[in-house]
């Protein structure tokens, strides 16, 4: 980040200003309609075969009694009668939630609602801070859902970020999954603006969120 030397707003001036009137607000595709991944995640995905809905996956293990436990329970207090006989599971998120220390949790619904200047959101420059995503999973059992967040500072590459969040049966209400804990960059040159691309894909390689967005890293906290 020391080499970075812009630490205007989009608006600013000239080239940020074109870039803020191009992506002046949170973009936003869910589900199939997802585009690639930058680092062709999609390419990697695991071939788990055809789905099979939850009464008939239960059924099919029923000699196997260590998976069945197994599947039980995941699928906890799951009715399967609400469940259906839906094969693809849906995954639908709901929040982003910013905890950091000594103040309160920024709650952001999703799709975001930028400001004026476009962002979604600021942070302190130095500052420790948690994400937690609200999201609830639906119709079938959804594997190996992962989060994949890249930021980029004047279209240079600044973070790279993978984390698989795991398995989830389908239930009425939401699962929030918290991050570790990260840090801003500090200093000076860490100020400005940022743009993101936030993504969530599971095994099959099904993309439940895609989103692009801008964020500002300022000197003190918003108020």
Not at 40 to 61: C, H, S, T, V
Not at 160 to 184: A, C, D, I, R
Request: glycine share 8%; hydrophobic share 30%; charged share 30%.
């Amino acid at each position: 980040m020391d080499n970075e030397k812009d630490h205007s707003a989009p608006g600013e001036h000239g080239d940020e200003d074109k870039i803020s009137r191009k992506l002046s607000s949170t973009s936003i595709v869910t589900d199939d309609e997802c585009g690639g991944d930058d680092d062709n995640d999609e390419k990697r995905a695991i071939l788990l075969g055809p789905q099979i809905g939850l009464k008939e996956q239960l059924e099919m293990d029923k000699d196997d009694e260590s998976l069945r436990k197994w599947k039980e329970q995941l699928l906890g207090s799951v009715d399967l009668n609400e469940v259906g006989e839906t094969l693809d599971p849906d995954v639908k998120f709901h929040e982003l939630i910013i905890v950091t220390p000594d103040r309160p949790d920024l709650v952001l619904p999703i799709p975001f609602v930028p400001d004026s200047k476009g962002f979604a959101f600021a942070l302190k420059d130095g500052s420790h801070y948690r994400l937690k995503f609200s999201f609830i999973v639906s119709n079938n059992i959804v594997s190996g859902l992962r989060y994949t967040n890249i930021v980029w500072k004047t279209g240079v590459k600044v973070e790279n970020n993978k984390v698989m969040l795991g398995t989830f049966s389908p239930q009425k209400e939401p699962y929030v999954y918290e991050l570790e804990e990260e840090n801003t960059p500090a200093g000076y040159f860490a100020r400005g603006s940022y743009s993101a691309k936030t993504k969530f894909v599971d095994d099959d390689g099904k993309c439940y969120l895609d989103m692009n967005y801008y964020f500002e890293i300022r000197k003190d906290w918003p108020n």
